[in-house]
């Protein structure tokens, strides 16, 4: 689980979805939470970057480092999703853009329906690290596996670090998309018929994940 997350950090930093010591990963391992520290650099994660937690009395184990300052909307995410396995919080520009806007990502493609659902939602802007911000991701990642939280970022999860990070990449993917297509007029986006096409071709196969 380690490896992967610290190899989730690099992708994420060559991406360009996370600058500096932005962003912060977490994966369920052997019974806990496995976090990075505050102030890690994502691209260049070591074992030692990391911080267990016992997810019933969130206590880190470790005198340092400390857990990352998320800590709290992680734990709500894992809350949320029992099957969860992984959570990553990241910056990607063209996600935060479309926030700006007040808008949600709706499906525009076959591929974003299969892997993201009929649309992810927008949190409206709530400062960062709160309790506050805990308990609206968590309520939101009840019926979602990303969201996109106003004026900040992304959370998405995953019952892998893989499924996270390929979510993470569509969600990014696909707000280019859709600002460059707002940008130029007034786009379509996949109909309610059409994902019911959708779920009738893939026999379930693209039924959203809740
Ligand atoms: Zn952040």
Redesign the pocket.
């Known amino acids: 689980m380690i490896e992967q997350l610290i190899e989730a950090g690099r992708r994420i930093v060559d991406a360009g979805m996370v600058k500096g010591w932005?962003?912060?990963l977490s994966g369920r391992f052997q019974g806990k939470i496995v976090i990075t520290r505050s102030g890690a650099d994502l691209g260049s994660l070591t074992q030692s970057d990391f911080v267990f937690i016992n997810p019933r009395t969130p206590q880190w184990e470790q005198r340092l480092p400390q857990p990352s300052s998320?800590l709290a909307m992680h734990l709500g995410a894992y809350e949320a999703r029992p099957k969860t396995q992984a959570v990553i919080?990241a910056?990607p520009a063209h996600v935060i853009s479309l926030g700006l806007l007040g808008r949600s990502l709706p499906a525009l493609t076959p591929d974003f329906y299969l892997h993201l659902g009929r649309t992810t939602p927008l949190l409206p802007y709530i400062a960062?690290t709160t309790e506050n911000l805990k308990t609206a991701v968590s309520l939101a990642l009840r019926s979602a596996t990303a969201i996109m939280?106003q004026n900040?970022?992304a959370v998405v999860v995953g019952k892998s670090v893989g499924q996270a990070l390929l979510r993470l990449n569509l969600l990014e993917e696909q707000a280019a998309i859709y600002l460059a297509a707002l940008a130029a007029g007034d786009p379509r986006v996949l109909s309610k018929e059409d994902m019911q096409i959708l779920d009738r071709i893939a026999g379930g196969k693209y039924k959203r994940e809740t």
Do not use: D, K, R, V
């Open positions: 932005a962003g912060n998320e919080h910056h960062p939280l900040h970022g």
